[in-house]
């Protein structure tokens, strides 16, 4: 990265700064933080900013039900403590919508992310809706936070920025970039419990490699995502492309 460049900077709103950077901090992407600078991460903890004498964060659910809400008041100071700039503003939250690849490389795009990690029942909705959060779920389970869930998602993002991955092709066949899942990878040995790595990969012949790795990342959509592989017959019914064989 150039003297002129800035990095791409990640602040968390959290009441658990210690967890990060966690998993961020090691590998490609602790790299691309500590010594390459690529991207920065800044965590603020929210908790000083109660007005609360006895420093509480939360009440309890208007109309209401078990558990605490976060306060709109303490996250919306704690937000304006932040520099105001146009990064996308990201809360993680089970009833949000899908984390998907196209999401994050469209995050990848900004000069950085602001992610909001919730506790307890979650956070009020005004200020949500207020402050122009977009709520995302990295998945159909429920978590105690959304501390480990911001995670994902910030390595999801970084990993695309330029100059994190060494081979840019390594980002090209990967998993959801065309609407597929990745196919079989294998290395040696050549035998494993006496499983052995398939013929075709062992043949030279890269033209064939090609088809039978098509034909595995069909599959195993298919099998294993459906709901992807509709999608895909849909597109290419869309643009008049034959689909594929069974």
């Known amino acids: ?56 964060l939360d009440d309890t659910p208007a109309g209401g039900g078990p558990g605490q809400v976060l306060k ?35 995050w990848a795009k900004a000069s950085g992310l ?34 480990s869930a911001a995670m994902v998602s910030i390595e999801a993002v970084v990993r695309l920025l330029p100059g994190v991955l060494g081979a840019a092709q390594s980002l090209e066949s990967e998993s959801f970039e065309d609407g597929l899942l990745e196919h079989p990878q294998y290395t040696r040995p050549r035998n494993f419990e006496g499983l052995d790595i398939p013929e075709v990969l062992l043949s030279g012949d890269h033209k064939k490699m090609a088809v039978w790795r098509q034909q595995m990342r069909e599959a195993t959509t298919k099998e294993r995502r459906p709901d992807l592989w509709a999608t895909h017959l849909s597109k290419l019914q869309a643009n008049g492309a034959s689909k594929p064989k069974k």
Not at 73 to 83: H, N, P, T
Not at 85 to 100: E, F, N
């Open 114 to 147: 602001i992610v909001l990690c919730g506790r307890f029942e979650g956070v009020d909705q005004r200020v949500l809706d207020a402050r122009g959060f977009e709520e995302i779920s990295v998945g159909d389970a429920v978590l105690a936070g959304g501390e």
């Open 72 to 106: 709109a008041d303490v996250i919306a100071r704690a937000l304006d403590s932040l520099a105001s700039d146009d990064r996308p503003k990201v809360y993680m939250s089970a009833r949000g919508k899908p984390l998907t690849q196209a999401r994050v490389k469209e």
């Open 1 to 56: 990265m150039s003297e002129s460049q800035q990095p791409y900077t990640v602040s968390v709103l959290t009441m658990c700064p210690e967890a990060f950077p966690g998993p961020l901090g090691v590998s490609i992407i602790g790299t691309a933080w500590k010594e390459s600078q690529i991207w920065a991460l800044e965590t603020v903890d929210i908790r000083p900013f109660s007005s609360d004498k006895r420093g509480f």
